[in-house]
T-cell receptor, first 111, second 115 residues
C-alpha cells in the first residue's frame, strides 16, 4: 500500500524540542522527505534521507529513520515561533517519480 | 518564491460547473505534478506530466483531466464539480536532477470553492 501516516497536531513551548513522527507502509521506499508548509504558501522541502541512512542532521533539524519499523521522525531543536507550520512526511520508491505525502502535522508554538 | 506560478489563486463556482487551473513550472523544469489538499484527505497526488507526456497517475477522478503543453505549462480541468471538490490544488515542478534529490517546488495553490 501507499499510506503515510502522521498525527494531525502538535503543540510545544517556545525553546523546547519538537518531535514529529511519521509511519509509512511501503518497505521499498527509498527516499523519505520532510516538507514544510507555512500559512498561505506551498510546500517547501526541509530535508530528505535515503533509506540506507539512520540519521541526518542539518542545523536545528535531526531526522531519524527506523527502517525496520518504517518509522521516520523530525526533531526541531530550540523551536521558534517561525517554526509554526504544517510538516509533511513523504516517501518515494527509487523506481517511481511520484511522491506520496502524509496528511501533515500542524505544529503550534506556545509562549 | 518557488518560481512555480498558479492561476487563479481563488475560484468560487457552483456545482455542475467546469473550471481550469493553470500552472507554469519553474524555468527549466520538465516535470509538473498536481496535488489536491483537502481538510479530510490531506495531500493527494493526482497526476504527473513529464515533457508533455503523462508519467504517473494517482487518485484522479474521471471528471478531472490534465495536460502539459509544448511550452511546458500545465492545465488541470475539473468538470461536473461537486461540493467535495472544494480544496486547495497545488502544482509542483521538479528539476532535471529530480531522481537524485526528489525535491519538488510547489506553487502557492489555487483554492477552489464549490457552492
Amino acid at each position: 500500500g501507499e499510506d503515510v501516516e502522521q498525527s494531525l497536531f502538535l503543540s510545544v513551548r517556545e525553546g523546547d524540542s519538537s518531535v514529529i513522527n511519521c509511519t509509512y507502509t511501503d518497505s521499498s521506499s527509498t527516499y523519505l522527505y520532510w516538507y514544510k508548509q507555512e500559512p498561505g504558501a506551498g510546500l517547501q522541502l526541509l530535508t530528505y534521507i535515503f533509506s540506507n541512512m539512520d540519521m541526518k542532521q542539518d542545523q536545528r533539524l535531526t531526522v531519524l529513520l527506523n527502517k525496520k519499523d518504517k518509522h521516520l521522525s523530525l526533531r526541531i531543536a530550540d523551536t521558534q515561533t517561525g517554526d509554526s507550520a504544517i510538516y509533511f512526511c513523504a516517501e518515494r520508491r527509487s523506481s517511481a517519480s511520484k511522491i506520496i505525502f502524509g496528511s501533515g502535522t500542524r505544529l503550534s508554538i506556545r509562549p | 518564491d518557488s518560481g512555480v506560478t498558479q492561476t487563479p489563486k481563488h475560484l468560487i463556482t457552483a456545482t455542475g460547473q467546469r473550471v481550469t487551473l493553470r500552472c507554469s513550472p519553474r524555468s527549466g523544469d520538465l516535470s509538473v505534478y498536481w496535488y489536491q489538499q483537502s481538510l479530510d484527505q490531506g495531500l493527494q497526488f493526482l497526476i504527473q506530466y513529464y515533457n508533455g507526456e503523462e508519467r504517473a497517475k494517482g487518485n484522479i477522478l474521471e471528471r478531472f483531466s490534465a495536460q502539459q503543453f509544448p511550452d511546458l505549462h500545465s492545465e488541470l480541468n475539473l468538470s461536473s464539480l461537486e461540493l467535495g471538490d472544494s480544496a486547495l490544488y497545488f502544482c509542483a515542478s521538479s528539476p532535471l536532477d529530480f531522481l537524485n534529490t526528489g525535491e519538488l517546488f510547489f506553487g502557492e495553490g489555487s483554492r477552489l470553492t464549490v457552492l
